[in-house]
């Protein structure tokens, strides 16, 4: 599907070689009854990047990230991992495949602690016959490696991982939510707007941790609203609107404002590559929505 | 990031380290603290009032008293938990309870006759839970709707008759025994400290306790982290059935009569002890410790003012304010963690 093109003088990325695709998903579809969240979508996240995804709110970013990690299914379409079509019933085969996420409804429990909430879903058990037999936790290995990994990510500061989530700050919970997602994803990390209740200070470390997590090998998506964070930190830009991709873009050589107007629908991107004035932007037209995704072949 | 301060002996870095805890704290968790202190008022309370309430042998006839409703309150805690609720155990156990009895009197021995009305209510706990899972029907509905069946079907199968059991297996669990040449204990009460231990042995120490906590703390955050919520929840309407069925073996212990017009408010008196367990109606808080003390709670407030001589509707007004108490206190902390 995807073939590789150079085309330097364009706004739009460069694609890099299809060996490269981590994760991709073609033609997704999700209706929710008249709503279409996601409307025959493309994506593609290639190794050692840190991929952002921006759109207006409601333009399906969460959604099509849902799709990615099972934790809704589509309609339509079809997803790929390390190139071979896999089907997602749930997010415990994402979690299987190592794919983390961190949702932007963080996905934690409240009246549970921290430590409990990192290893929710995936608890680590006893040595020998009592975890294997009687399935019992290890409640201890738990808090400590909690602590550990909470000390080493240097994302927040947290007293006391016996807290319960609910009591945290909303920065804090995002921190736990990021937390997880950093400690267990070994194949992709997706993080739908982590930054979104954090301050200045906790943004900053989870860029860094972003940052880390691409330099040892693994790839990111970043769902952000925040223009300057994505063009300091991703390689690539995913634009979303109106429930499908319709550009991506390299932070090198797009400015801010022409991101806005392809979130906007004032600019599209031609099938060079080239960005143009959209005529009939008020509308939710035809031309923009036909528009083939750049790195399709028309 | 490493510190200084970290040495193999302690991983933990000092900033992380849990607060020590007591091992009473420990063991009762904190949503025991409120019908612990409530069951020891009413202990000291009783026994400064009345002569014939702090002796050995009332002590031992609280525990009786206790056995039954207490056993469907532990199952009721289950459902509880998962931010459920259970309207039709105690009709489920006397069902079980006629089943039990019309087969043992007549076609099958009595441990054969056991066996099957615990697999049939565990059954029927299964028919719950796939009704809650699979059409995603409210607990509520599905459990008031289980709760009028079983009543019509317990009259219809009794027909007007109630029947009783002769010894034997069937009721094992009321032959008494002395301990220490004194203290009175029945059968009974070794099996609710063996499904009370095991109970919460399951919810607190395995995976699967953890899921269950998950599922009632937050549905849609236990599933996003990979949990099978529908098979959770499954699993804890069988195992709450299950316990249903050994309340039936109770009922049989304590009254070796199994009468379909029995235990009408069962299923309120449960989910009272549960409440006054400190176990949330919302879900994902509270568990077994709760609820044992809760149903000793109202067990001692029954016994205590019987003792008393006090009119038994006092004992149903000292009940009902003591459960609005509970949901009250757990509002005000829910709201405090959340
Ligand atoms: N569970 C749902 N039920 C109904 N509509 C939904 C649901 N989830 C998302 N939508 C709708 O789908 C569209 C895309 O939502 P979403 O993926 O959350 O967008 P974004 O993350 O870009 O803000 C919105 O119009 C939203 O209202
Ligand atoms: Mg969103």
């Known amino acids: 599907m995807n073939q590789p093109r150079s085309d330097a003088a364009s706004a739009q990325a460069p694609a890099p070689h299809t060996a490269d695709v981590v994760m991709s998903a073609s033609g997704l579809v999700k209706r929710y009854g008249n709503v279409v969240a996601i409307s025959e979508s493309d994506f593609e996240i290639h190794a050692g990047e840190v991929l952002a995804v921006v759109g207006d709110n409601g333009a399906g970013k969460s959604s099509l990230i849902k799709a990615l990690t099972g934790a809704l299914v589509p309609d339509a379409g079809t997803i790929e991992l390390d190139g071979r079509q896999i089907h997602f019933h749930g997010p415990r085969d994402a979690r299987a495949a190592g794919i983390e996420t961190v949702y932007q409804t963080l996905a934690v429990a409240p009246q549970m602690d921290i430590a409990t909430n990192l290893f929710l879903g995936r608890p680590l ?57 950093a400690m267990f994803g070994t194949r992709l990390i997706i993080m739908d707007e982590p930054t979104a209740a954090l301050g200045v200070r906790e943004s900053r470390q989870v860029l860094d941790l972003i940052t880390r997590i691409r330099d040892r090998g693994v790839p990111v998506v970043l769902i952000s609203h925040d223009m300057p964070q994505v063009f300091e930190i991703a390689d690539r830009i995913h634009v979303h609107r109106l429930g499908r991709r319709v550009a991506v873009v390299s932070p090198r050589t797009c400015t801010m404002t022409e991101v806005v107007g392809l979130m906007t629908g004032a600019l599209q991107m031609g099938a060079d590559g080239t960005l143009l004035e959209s005529t009939t932007q008020h509308m939710p037209d035809e031309k923009a929505t036909s528009h083939r995704p750049p790195e399709s072949p028309e | 990031m490493t510190t200084t301060h970290t ?61 039954v409703v207490g056993t469907l309150a532990l199952g009721q805690t289950l459902i509880i938990l998962t931010a459920g609720i259970d309207l039709a155990n105690a009709a489920i156990m006397v069902l079980g309870t006629l ?104 919810l607190t120490q395995t995976s699967w306790g953890r899921n269950v906590y998950a599922v009632g703390d937050d549905e849609e955050a236990a599933r996003l982290t990979g949990i099978n919520t529908r098979r959770t929840l499954l699993s804890v309407y069988v195992l709450a059935g299950f316990v249903y069925g050994i309340a039936a073996w109770q009922a049989l212990g304590r009254i070796p009569n199994a009468d379909p017009n029995a235990f009408q408010t069962g299923n309120l008196d ?23 003390l809760g149903a000793l709670v109202v067990t001692v407030l029954t016994n205590g003012l019987t003792q008393a001589g006090i009119d038994s509707l006092y004992q149903q007004v000292a009940t009902g304010i003591l459960v609005i108490v509970a949901v009250a206190v757990d509002r005000v902390v829910r709201r405090r963690a959340a």
């Open chain 1, 125 to 181: 058990r006893r040595e020998g016959f009592l975890g294997s037999g009687l399935r019992m936790l290890d409640h201890k290995k738990m808090r400590t490696q909690a602590a550990e990994q909470l000390d080493r990510l240097g994302i927040a500061t947290i007293q006391d991982i016996t807290q319960l989530v609910g009591t945290l700050s909303g920065g804090q919970r995002q921190a736990v939510a990021v937390a997880r997602a």
């Open chain 2, 7 to 67: 040495s193999p002996a302690t991983p933990e870095a000092p900033a992380t380290r849990p607060p020590a805890k007591s091992l009473l704290a420990r063991l009762v968790g904190n949503a025991a603290a409120g019908p612990l202190a409530a069951l020891v008022i009413a202990v000291i309370v009783f026994a400064l009032t009345t002569d014939t309430f702090f002796n050995i042998d009332n002590g031992s006839l609280i525990v009786e008293q206790f056995l």
């Open chain 2, 99 to 202: 089943v039990i009895a019309k087969l043992g009197q007549h076609s099958l021995p009595g441990g054969l006759a056991l066996l099957v009305g615990v697999l049939l209510c565990t059954a029927i706990g299964a028919v719950s839970g796939t009704l809650v899972t699979r059409l995603r029907l409210p607990p509520f509905i599905v459990t008031l709707g289980v709760l009028s069946v079983l009543t019509a079907t317990g009259q219809l199968f009794a027909n007007g008759e109630s029947f009783g059991v002769s010894s034997g297996v069937l009721t094992f669990l009321g032959k008494r025994s002395y301990l220490f040449g004194q203290i009175e204990v029945t059968n009974g009460m070794g099996v609710a400290i063996v499904l009370i231990v095991g109970l919460w042995f399951l």
């Open chain 2, 270 to 292: 449960s989910i009272t002890a549960v409440v006054i367990g400190g176990t949330s109606l919302f879900g994902g808080r509270g568990g077994i410790p709760g609820t044992v």
